[in-house]
C-alpha cells in the first residue's frame, strides 16, 4: 500500500466550476498536510497547508481533513484556466522528518 | 530574491559516470531534501538533511550520497550512475521540518543516463 493515495485523473472541469481533489495516507499517525501545485515544466509550489480535523478556507481554495478515516482533499471553487495543473497531497509523517507525496492529479480547466 | 538553485538544470551522461548535481539556498534554511520525480510516482524522496553535518536517507536512497557540509548547500552524488536514475531531481529546502514549514523547490534537474 502506498503512503499517500491520489486518483491520478485527469480531472476535467469546466470553467467557473468547483474541482474536488483527494488524497488518502496509510499512517495513522501523521501530522500535516500539504497541497501543491506544479505547472508543467516547474517546480512545486504550496497552496495550502492543513493540521487540524475539519475545513481551511483560503480564497477560491479549501482544504479539508479527517483523520479518522485518514484522508484529505481540496477544493477549488470557480475554477480557471490556470488552475490546470498537477496537484501533489503530501503528509508529514509522525516524529521525523521525511515528506511522502502522492503522485498527484492533472486537472484540466475548460473554457 | 530568496530562491533554491540547482545545476546543471539538464543533464545527459553515460552509465557509471560519476556526477554531482548542486543544490544552493538563500534562505538560511536548516531543512534541505532531495527527491526525484517519475512518472506515475510522483516526488519522492531521496535524502533529507535537518542541519549541517547531518543528513538521512529518505525513501529512495540506493544509489545516491550527499553530504551538508556548509548550511546552504546540499550536492547530490551519483558514485555509478544507471539509467534507473533517469529522472527530474528536485531539491527543497525549508526553514524548519517539513512539519510545520513550507518546503521550497528549486527548478529541477533533468537527468538522463545513457
Known amino acids: 500500500q502506498k503512503e499517500v493515495e491520489q486518483n491520478s485523473g485527469p480531472l476535467s472541469v469546466p470553467e467557473g466550476a468547483i474541482a474536488s481533489l483527494n488524497c488518502t495516507y496509510s499512517d495513522r499517525g501523521s501530522q500535516s498536510f500539504f497541497w501543491y501545485r506544479q505547472y508543467s515544466g516547474k517546480s512545486p509550489e504550496l497552496i495550502m497547508f492543513?493540521?487540524?480535523?475539519g475545513d481551511k478556507e483560503d480564497g477560491r481554495f479549501t482544504a479539508q481533513l479527517n483523520k479518522a478515516s485518514q484522508y484529505v482533499s481540496l477544493l477549488i471553487r470557480d475554477s480557471q484556466p490556470s488552475d490546470s495543473a498537477t496537484y501533489l497531497c503530501a503528509v508529514h509523517r509522525s516524529n521525523d522528518y521525511k515528506l511522502s507525496f502522492g503522485a498527484g492529479t492533472t486537472v484540466t480547466v475548460r473554457a | 530574491e530568496a530562491q533554491v538553485t540547482q545545476n546543471p538544470r539538464y543533464l545527459i551522461t553515460v552509465t557509471g559516470k560519476k556526477l554531482t548535481v548542486t543544490c544552493s539556498q538563500n534562505m538560511n534554511h536548516e531543512y534541505m531534501s532531495w527527491y526525484r520525480q517519475d512518472p506515475g510516482l510522483g516526488l519522492r524522496q531521496i535524502y533529507y538533511s535537518m542541519n549541517v553535518e547531518v543528513t538521512d536517507k529518505g525513501d529512495v536512497p540506493e544509489g545516491y550520497k550527499v553530504s551538508r557540509k556548509e548550511k546552504r548547500n546540499f550536492p547530490l552524488i551519483l558514485e555509478s550512475p544507471s539509467p534507473n536514475q533517469t529522472s527530474l531531481y528536485f531539491c527543497?529546502?525549508?526553514?524548519?521540518?517539513?512539519?510545520?514549514?513550507?518546503?521550497?523547490f528549486g527548478p529541477g534537474t533533468r537527468l538522463t543516463v545513457l
Open positions: 527543497a529546502s525549508s526553514y524548519g521540518r517539513p512539519r510545520t514549514d513550507t518546503q521550497y
Open positions: 492543513i493540521y487540524s480535523n
